[in-house]
């Protein structure tokens, strides 16, 4: 049940919500978030792409793209690798990495060539210790790196650590750079540790303190780390007034920083890190190198922001729509002829590509390097769209049969031998029926008529809608009752900082997928609603055992 | 204030013009066996583990002999310039007991850590590296190393905990740039010269430390833990600027090559093959170097996608579908891939003895422990998982041999070599895989 407390601070929640206080639960649409709804308090490792958008908004990207981020792979979890970064640890060689790059980055913010202009102040002298432009360096750039105010008993040791750097090598920026690469190796600005403090609002329950959520708003829309104007709102007390919060979510959804935020969700949640170590065989696949597949990666993106930020259009619209960007690379894989750059595109009504898993991107990821896979294709699209999990095979598995299906044509015939077998059928029946749908496209994504001379039977079946060709396969997925509920299930992880909780989860994801359908699957409106829920910034307490490293022993 | 007193000591120091100061460090090399170089410094002993996907084809993998001069059958023929270098152990088991048997996971996690994994999330607690670069590794700038042949950043064998990795190197540019760039201090140089910065980031990280004990108060259980892990860094960062300010050893076998030219993503076996040789070469020079006693090399992940040029399966769908030929009596594309990585193993090993070490060479002081995650990959068996070793770990260990295992713990390999490398434990395993008993057949 819900509190009447809780109802008010839900009820402001959105733009639409009914101005009557009581009874809004009769309403279908106008429900109230969960009453219990809240996240666990985390502490992330910044992702690489968090590491080097930081140096990049407080020192330039010059300096960021000159070091490699320090920071270790991460075990992807529950579909997502950002969730990973909640429990994955720091060996001793991956610091003595963080160590170098943070000196790097310090020597060069104080060089001739950056010094003016990051460094608000000249030092008296060049050949000693200056405490109050150190003092004034450090505690405005701690403060963006940290992403809170440095303590008065911090700052005075950072700037302890410049004036004696500074005397002991005779150099007021050796000194200054000695006490920013303290910052850049403290685990304060290596983990975006977060903090909870007592709820005035509601007795008993703890909420995101000011800075930790001005953190959390900003990494996961901007996947940076907040700018000064939030962090001010942060020092205001703003963020824990509605309006105050309200205009801090709007000037960030309005900002261009929104695209690197989401392009980076996306980027996770398809799994395009593949794209790292992705090769195809260059006898099979001559035409497609390196390049033609970072493009396709690129492809891919470009569509989904436009698709979802500029054109403002419905989430499920991705797995139909025609629409996309052409680059010359990716021409020559599509059979299209394109002109320079990264243009707009849109495929004939005729074609074969109809929406996301028509893409290079999708296909060549999901294939094997010499062939394409519908084991994998299905594999992916379940796992990635749909949040669901497809079971490993089991160790024992017999492949006697699929040795017969050496000289089988085509995937399907091969696949059809390995099904007779009952204990491989149960499983490749979640896999392949949509994963055979996609066979006219090979390992690298180019499009087939036959292959090795057999014409393909592109018929299948999704979770009980079936189809004939393509275009079905894209509908059926589009109008998939789990794509609107797995694109909430991994922004809510994501935004939150860890994988959700079935059992605490469910009733706050459900509200928000309710919503989403009711503003007709917009992602801003869906990302409006997750950054001012409760469930954002209000604490839940932890489960004994829950926020434990899942991938420990 | 602690701090102060620190950074005053460091100063006086510093002042004084004593720049190889007498800090601990030096406690560390007393750990260290081996004969000694010429002028009498002694030989450190170091820790290697090589390792290769998919295991083997039993019928012409394993020999027929077990001992010396044990016969090589066609799947490992490639290894007989290197016989007198290595021992092959056949006929070792890695059990599951109630743990399932994760496909391609569970043997290589085992042999690694001892523990059988519950699922394949779960990592190893710590892998044996681990355990010897806390023995081995604190005289050194890198406590280990550990590098891939995948181009992949994901391929690692080598765990602190759960949920620590230690990434690999992929890029031979990268690796080579992290080893021999500015921070490299070369020990054969003539001048040796102390970088004051060194010392004012000794002292700047004290007052890291001290700030960052405070937030352990703030955070949970997991949490503190993996701030802890933290913690140890710095202080290993500690010890590496130390070193920094030390002059180093003089090493015959070093020689800083040239950076090389960085290859291109894919598993192809001949682009494999190629940058395995770019990454042992840097490994090994880094090794010659004394930059590291504790080194890891992955030729292929357990999953190997290998490909071979104009076949359609990659190694592990291979292992799977290709038919055991009836009258070789094995799958034949799935041995050339087994034969490959057997060549790489060779080259491996030849490198490791190419290096010239006081009267003898690399091996002589060292000891590598490879290994694979499947015996029969097609069934995803884990009876009968081979593995080999390398090197005499300072003349303490006897090469040239075929051991057959009897069936018994493949952990007993781990147990020895963690023993070899001075690492006092009474056992090593868990359940089933729990073992006391070190392979005395190779022990001199």
């Given amino acids: 049940m819900y509190t009447s407390h809780s109802k008010i601070r839900s009820a402001l929640i959105g733009s639409f919500c009914c101005v009557a206080l009581l009874g809004c639960e009769q309403q279908s649409v106008e429900s109230l978030e969960p009453a219990d709804s809240g996240s666990l308090v985390r502490t992330r490792l910044l992702t690489d792409t968090q590491y080097s958008n930081t140096i990049t908004h407080i020192f330039g990207a010059d300096i960021s793209e000159s070091v490699l981020p320090p920071i270790p792979p991460m075990e992807r979890t529950d579909g997502l690798l950002a969730s990973g970064a909640a429990f994955v640890g720091v060996t001793s060689d991956q610091i003595s990495q963080i160590q170098l790059a943070a000196a790097r980055i310090a020597e060069q913010v104080v060089d001739q060539e950056h010094r003016d202009f990051l460094i608000p102040c000249r030092p008296e002298s060049l050949t000693t210790a200056d405490s109050a432009c150190a003092g004034l360096f450090l505690s405005e750039t701690g403060r963006l790196l940290l992403r809170r105010p440095l303590t008065e008993a911090h700052l005075a040791e950072l700037v302890d650590v410049a004036d004696y750097a500074a005397s002991e090598t005779e150099d007021f920026y050796n000194g200054l750079a000695l006490a920013l690469e303290a910052i850049l190796i403290s685990p304060e600005f290596v983990f975006i540790l977060e903090t909870a403090e007592a709820d005035p609002e509601q007795a008993g329950r703890e909420r995101l303190d000011n800075y930790s959520l001005a953190s959390r708003l900003s990494f996961f829309l901007w996947n940076s780390p907040p700018d000064d104007a939030l962090l001010v709102a942060a020092e205001n007390g703003e963020l824990h007034t509605r309006d105050g919060l309200e205009r801090q979510v709007d000037r960030l959804l309005s900002s261009d920083r929104l695209q690197d935020g989401i392009r980076s969700f996306f980027d996770d949640m398809l799994a395009f890190d593949e794209f790292d170590s992705l090769a195809k065989d260059p006898i099979v696949y001559p035409m497609v190198t390196g390049t033609t597949l970072e493009h396709a990666r690129e492809q891919t993106l470009r569509t989904i922001i436009d698709h979802l930020l500029v054109q403002e259009a419905d989430y499920r619209d991705l797995f139909t729509t025609r629409k996309t960007f052409m680059s010359m690379q990716l021409a020559t894989v599509y059979g299209t002829a394109t002109g320079e750059g990264w243009v707009p595109f849109e495929f004939d009504d005729d074609s074969q590509r109809i929406g996301l898993l028509t893409h290079v991107s999708f296909l060549a990821a999901n294939s094997h390097p010499v062939r394409s896979s519908p084991t994998l294709r299905g594999k992916a699209l379940r796992e990635r769209f749909l949040c669901q999990k497809v079971p490993d095979p089991p160790p024992n598995v017999d492949f006697s049969a699929l040795e017969e299906a050496e000289h089988a044509a085509t995937a399907r015939e091969r696949l059809e031998v390995h099904n007779s077998n009952p204990s491989c059928a149960g499983c490749h029946l979640i896999t392949d029926p949509m994963g055979l749908s996609l066979e006219n496209f090979d390992g690298a994504g180019i499009f087939r008529q036959t292959e090795n001379g057999a014409v393909l039977d592109i018929a299948g079946e999704l979770d009980g809608i079936f189809y004939d060709d393509i275009g079905g396969l894209a509908s059926a997925m589009r109008d998939h009752p789990k794509l609107s509920a797995c694109l909430v299930n991994r922004l809510y992880a994501y935004g939150t900082g860890g994988p959700v909780s079935l059992r605490y989860d469910r009733d706050t994801l459900s509200w928000f997928e309710d919503r989403f359908v009711a503003e007709n699957h917009r992602l801003r409106a869906l990302l409006r609603d997750l950054v001012l829920s409760q469930a954002f910034s209000s604490v839940r307490p932890i489960d004994s055992g829950e926020n434990v490293n899942i991938a420990a022993n | ?444």
């Fill in chain 2, 1 to 444: 204030m602690k701090t102060l007193s620190r950074r005053r000591f460091l100063k006086g120091t510093l002042h004084g013009g004593v720049v190889t100061l007498g800090l601990p460090l030096l406690d560390v090399f007393l750990n260290d066996n081996g004969t000694a170089f010429a002028d009498g410094t002694p030989i450190p002993t170091r820790f290697g583990t090589w390792s290769w996907g998919l295991g083997m084809s039993e019928s012409i993998f394993v020999p027929k002999a077990t001992g010396a001069g044990f016969d090589l059958p066609e799947e490992i023929a490639a290894l007989a310039p290197v016989q007198d270098h290595i021992n092959l152990y056949t006929n070792f088991h890695v059990f599951k007991d109630d743990a399932p048997n994760l496909c391609h996971h569970s043997g290589w996690v085992v042999l690694r850590s001892g523990i059988a994994p519950m699922t394949r999330e779960n990592r190893p607690g710590e892998t044996i590296d681990v355990a010897v670069a806390r023995q081995l590794g604190n005289a050194t700038r890198f406590r280990s190393l550990s590098a891939t042949a995948t181009g992949d950043v994901r391929d690692s064998f080598s765990y602190e905990g759960g949920n620590s990795v230690n990434a690999p190197e992929w890029s031979p540019l990268r690796f080579y740039q992290r080893l021999f760039g500015e921070d490299f201090q070369d020990p054969n140089a003539e001048t040796f010269t102390p970088d004051p910065k060194v010392m004012v980031r000794k002292s700047a990280l004290t007052a890291v430390q001290e700030q960052a004990t405070k937030l352990e108060k703030e955070v949970g259980a997991a949490d503190r833990e993996r701030l802890d892990q933290y913690f140890t860094g710095l202080r290993d960062l500690e010890r590496r600027f130390d070193l920094q300010l030390t002059k180093p050893d003089p090493r015959e076998a070093c020689v800083v090559l040239d950076a090389p030219l960085d290859l291109p993503t894919g598993l192809d076996a001949d682009l494999v093959s190629k940058r395995h040789r770019m990454m042992t070469d840097l490994m090994l020079m880094a090794v010659a170097c004394d930059q590291t006693r504790v080194f890891n090399m992955f030729y292929a992940s357990a999953f190997s996608a290998t490909t071979k040029p104009g076949y359609d399966k990659p190694h592990h769908t291979a292992t799977h579908e290709e038919a055991v030929d009836a009258e070789l009596g094995y799958q034949p594309n799935t041995s050339w891939y087994t034969r490959r990585a057997m060549e790489e193993w060779a080259y491996y090993v030849n490198a490791l003895a190419s290096f010239k070490e006081g009267d003898g060479n690399l091996l002589d002081n060292a000891f590598i422990y490879a290994t694979t995650d499947q015996s029969f990959a097609k069934i995803h068996a884990i009876d009968g998982i081979p593995m080999f070793s390398a090197g005499t770990a300072g003349g303490r260990v006897k090469t040239g041999l075929h051991i057959d295992g009897a069936g018994s713990p493949g952990c007993r390999l781990g147990f020895t070599a963690q023993r070899l490398m001075g690492l006092d434990i009474e056992s090593w395993g868990d359940k089933s895989n729990n073992t006391s008993s070190e392979i005395g057949e190779i022990l001199v």
